[in-house]
């Protein structure tokens, strides 16, 4: 079930999305965020010591309390790409001196068994994101969308969109001030993402979309949730295990203490224990 792959100086080959049995170390996005870039000049590799990954294994069950996604309700038709659009119907309040406070949000434990019926999905950079109305973003501040509640729902799209932007985003620094939790895990991320471009050579379906998720675990302070990316190029299924911290009034991302978001990266050849959920 688990291999181990030997240390190597070579670049990571950044080409290919996820296949079936991924070394963890083998490219630094592939660790880090949902998206797999597509090999470009502009792009600097990073060479990250190799480490252990699993693959192929069965999704967890559902956790209790919840009704399993396999017998949930089918999710609503989502919108297509071409139609979706270019920014989330959401206020928008930038500040000169910084973001101010989210709005007061009711707390809820109950676990979603299927996507929200109020999302808008629109495109970051190639990536398809949700945003509610109900459950967020609620306020969008160039780069940084922020604001969600404080609900199971509210942290399954923190971490989607938050995880996608402090990787894709222009200005990824404030998303990472902002929005990522400050710690060893911070700092190793902003060191190894200052040596990387992303600025240019974007492949248009070079990135994973989400495809559906699960509800690890969560509690008002802590979230853990699992989200499933398709590669359109070739059809792979890869799950990232993604924990949001509620943080003074919002979540925010805690990536792993080597800057990584996830602690493993899973193949999987189905959607059989996830809630299926996409805009693309």
């Known amino acids: 079930m688990t291999t181990t792959s030997r240390r190597s100086s070579e670049p990571p080959d950044l080409s290919t999305p996820a296949s079936p049995r991924v070394p963890r170390g083998a490219a630094f996005w592939a660790a880090t965020v ?10 600097i590799v ?8 699993t693959a ?10 919840s009704t399993g996604p396999a017998s949930a309700a089918a999710p609503p ?3 297509s790409t071409s139609s979706m659009p270019s920014t989330p119907s959401m206020p928008s309040t930038p500040s000169a001196t ?19 019926d109020d999302v808008v999905w629109t495109v970051f950079h190639g990536v398809a994101e949700p945003a509610s109305r ?41 998303v990472v001030r902002l929005q990522v939790m400050p710690g060893s895990g911070r700092d190793a991320y902003v060191a190894q993402r200052s040596r990387v471009r992303t600025d240019t050579g974007r492949a248009a379906g070079g990135y994973g979309q989400l495809a559906a998720f699960a509800i690890a675990s969560y509690t008002p302070e802590v979230a853990t949730v699992q989200l499933v990316s398709r590669f359109a190029a070739t059809g ?8 949001v911290v509620w943080s003074g009034d919002d979540w925010r991302l805690r990536l792993q203490p080597d800057g990584s978001i996830s602690p493993s990266l899973q193949a999987v050849t189905s959607l059989a224990g996830f809630v299926p959920w996409g805009g693309v």
Do not use: K
């Not at 990073?46 to 990954?53: E, G, K, Q, T, W």
């Open 34 to 43: 949902f998206v797999a870039l597509l090999a470009v000049p502009t792009v």
């Open 98 to 116: 910084g973001p101010g406070r989210c709005p007061a949000t009711p707390v809820s434990r109950t676990l979603p068994t299927r996507p929200p």
């Open 46 to 53: 990073l060479a990250l010591p190799d480490r252990d990954s």
């Open 236 to 243: 792979h299924l890869q799950v990232n295990t993604v924990t």
């Open 56 to 65: 192929d294994r069965q999704p967890p069950p559902a956790p209790s309390g």
């Open 134 to 174: 109900e459950h967020g973003p609620h306020r969008r501040e160039g780069d940084v969308s922020r604001c969600y509640t404080r609900t199971p729902t509210g942290a399954l799209i923190a971490a989607w969109q938050i995880a996608t932007r402090f990787v894709l985003a222009d200005d990824w620094r404030r």
């Open 77 to 79: 038709p989502m919108p």
